[in-house]
DNA sequence: TTTATATTTCTGTAATTCTCGACATATGGA
DNA sequence: TCCATATGTCGAGAATTACAGAAATATAAA
């Protein structure tokens, strides 16, 4: 992950579409979403989406695959690991210090055994 | 963190100066920096240096304080971590399964003992 | 008060991005 | 082949953003 393609991927998640897509995207992990179901579900016209899943594309942060007629797509959690290691090694650069606390903050959010808050 | 403020944070992380002024800033925790010595740093006129911090101002990324004539940014870890957060949480959703090892990538970045890897 | 330093605000221009109608391409079924 | 469905590409206008010169504001020192 490059300083380009840190910036790639921060001005595509800037635009509020292409931050609800993604949104969308992840909540339909693993299977996918066509790309006219996204489309509808957003409420916006296909071939303006067409062109926001382009630039999530190009920035790494979806990827898709064809099936018959339609057009799956998917997050890249992946790419998405990057992005956020990006960043927070970038406040990390030499003094953990700065960061520890910062991932602490996000623990909760991922509870390690199978339940989270009663 | 509501999405518009997490919009308005990519957005100002989307533009090069701007994401090289956040990183200089981090390097120069806790102290902080004088526009001027920014500007001078990243070789950007004072004037456009001066719009792209306040961009990144409002977006609450980065703050600063009048220290004589001189004008100190410093950036917020606290809503860089805000921002993280979003995503994070975002990821998650319901599924901390998607989200766990997407926080474990970043631990290494924060050696929770004195020293890194040898 | 005058001058120098530090930064911001104003302003116009250039460049980029967003949006969507119209058209093009790809796939599958009749 | 012909038609319907699903998606992508092209093109142009609108809106936004980036940039930097010039002027304004704030502070401090002579």
């Given at each position: 992950?490059?300083t380009n393609?840190a910036?790639?991927?921060?001005?595509?998640?800037s635009?509020?579409?292409?931050l609800n897509?993604?949104?969308?995207l992840?909540?339909?992990?693993p299977?996918g979403?066509?790309?006219g179901?996204?489309?509808?579900?957003?409420?916006v016209?296909?071939?303006?989406?067409?062109?926001?899943?382009?630039?999530?594309?190009?920035?790494?942060l979806v990827?898709s695959r064809?099936q018959?007629?339609?057009?799956?797509?998917?997050?890249?959690?992946?790419?998405?690991?990057?992005?956020?290691?990006?960043?927070?090694r970038d406040?990390?650069?030499?003094?953990?210090?700065?960061?520890?606390?910062?991932?602490?903050d996000?623990?909760?959010?991922?509870?390690?055994s199978?339940e989270?808050?009663?």
């Open positions: 992950m490059d393609k910036l790639e991927a921060f001005a595509a998640l635009q509020a579409t292409r897509t993604f949104r969308v992840v909540r339909h992990e299977e979403l066509p790309a179901e996204i489309a509808r579900l957003l409420d016209p296909h071939n303006t989406m067409s062109t926001h899943l382009g630039v999530l594309s190009r920035a790494g990827v064809r018959s007629r339609s057009i799956i797509y998917r997050v890249s959690l992946n790419h998405m690991r990057e992005t956020l290691g990006f960043l927070v406040c990390c650069a030499g003094r953990p210090e700065l960061c520890e606390p910062l991932l602490e996000l623990k909760p959010c991922c509870p390690p199978k989270t808050v009663s």
